[in-house]
């Protein structure tokens, strides 16, 4: 049995050296949009998207090295969505991973410009690794990866959050959010991260409902949290989905009732990291983690 | 001597149809996002730089059809810049093409996600034409693409233009600034065309070259038709440069003197198509256009 906390702090420093390479130097002109990237890039966090497309490219025999680009993109994307989010204009917050959120420090502008950067420079870097290798496995990866984070996944999703904003929500539009917010980014990463590794169109498939299934539960884990968790632990304040009246599985179904349905999806994914093997040994520990983290 | 003018509505027509169809309709869950980007999308415009990728790769011997993805795809960046540089945070715009911006009719937080979901499907367009079609010519187009709209190309020259924001410039701060927030794209635009049409690699950089020259032209117009045009004529407020104390070839130079640049840099682009031969003759004609234009 694997030292999960250790290997996942070893990923993680790998994810940090590459994501700091990733991005220009804040000597580059003019300084203040490479500051701001910066900034909100190597903020620390989980890093767990690009750890699940790294760890799903390795679980189909793929190498890392082939997959690293996509990972820092997808984490480029991922935080660009953050700092968009936090906008006085969206969720008006103040705090992220425990600093000033974008737009406290560089202002509104540069806010929207260094999460507008951020996406830009996803897109260049995936665009620069599949012309370097112009394969089925580049492209593909890329696409899994845009369409997972655009106007059908991601995007669409936090549309339907601010959409509905102050409103009580049906069960059916919850999943919705849910589904394109947050896990249509984290079934992206498996995808991706499969089709990279060279796995046939099934197996692809496969890994990509598991991250859907990975992808709801965690975000159900998040809304528990919100009410269990102090704020030092998640670095942002909690009760915030109470403060602002937000429809949440806590709210629907309670906390008990919420932690057995991310357990159930936890099950789903579990089994069928079971069923693929040895080599699904980190993907399945990770999955059982991140849904029962207690923060 | 063609008719250019019956040309470029012919080919305009052409690409309105494209956009048309690479966006979804109306009728997709929430609405109102899809609703935005086909606002701002679909409000016109003279399509310069879908017209010149397009115009490009015809003039190295390729299909128009390999690029037409990759032409709407610029097009929606290009709009998507348009919406964030009208933000309230930004430039705070009213009006755009002659109508409402979008965060006037659809409020800041929408007119913000419109915008990125822009960016998200041009992306995602180009991410699944380069799947289609794995080559050098696809993935070297959406580079492209990327580098001209991204963080060493477009983005930057927003960031410097609001980073300077009501304060006189230096000759080579604005030079920066039009060589990045408009010549960019344009040059990354008769890159990609060049690209897809299997152009080589000389070819496709005097190409790149002839857009540069061609996007600080047509900038330095753009600054002296703010003085000398009317509202009617641009669609847009006339004056806006006076307005904000901006610095611009107009305030540096006189008019007179800002033709003159404007000019020696169209003949620049002018003498690379000339060389070029017969394939160029519609950019040949459309360069003098746009670089003498009225309005």
């Known amino acids: 049995m694997m030292d999960l906390k250790q290997e996942m702090q070893k990923r993680c420093n790998d994810i940090e050296k590459a994501l700091e390479n990733a991005l220009p130097k804040q000597t580059e002109f003019p300084p203040v949009i490479f500051d701001a990237m910066r900034y909100s890039l190597l903020a620390g966090g ?44 969206m969720d008006n917050d103040d705090y992220r991973r425990g600093r000033l959120t974008s737009h406290k420090v560089y202002g509104e502008a540069m806010a929207i410009l260094a999460g507008d950067g951020l996406l830009h420079h996803a897109m260049e870097t995936m665009a620069i690794a599949c012309e370097k290798n112009p394969s089925a496995q580049t492209t593909g990866a890329m696409r899994a990866i845009a369409h997972g984070a655009g106007i059908f996944g991601m995007l669409t999703g936090q549309v339907v959050d ?11 539009t919850l999943d919705f959010i849910h589904l ?87 099950a789903e994914a579990v089994k069928i990291w079971k069923q693929q093997g040895e080599g699904c040994a980190f993907l399945l520990a990770l999955t059982e983690y991140l849904t029962d983290r207690k923060f």
């Open 162 to 172: 601010v959409f509905f904003e102050g409103q009580p929500l049906a069960q059916e």
């Open 46 to 89: 989980k890093r767990l998207r690009p750890m699940l497309l790294l760890a799903a490219c390795e679980a189909v025999g793929g190498r890392k090295e082939d997959a690293v680009d996509f990972a820092c993109a997808l984490e480029m994307i991922h935080t660009y969505s953050l700092i968009h989010d936090d906008l006085p204009a």
């Open 180 to 266: 394109h917010k947050t896990a249509a980014m984290i079934r992206g990463a498996l995808e991706a991260g499969a089709i990279l590794g060279g796995a046939d169109e099934k197996t692809v498939q496969t890994f990509a409902l598991a991250g859907e299934k990975i992808g709801v539960a965690f975000q159900i884990l998040d809304d528990i949290l919100d009410v269990t968790a102090t704020t030092e632990e998640l670095g942002k304040p909690v009760h915030s989905d109470e403060k602002n009246q937000k429809t949440t599985y806590v709210t629907l179904y309670g906390i008990e009732k919420s932690r057995e349905i991310a357990a159930g999806l936890s």
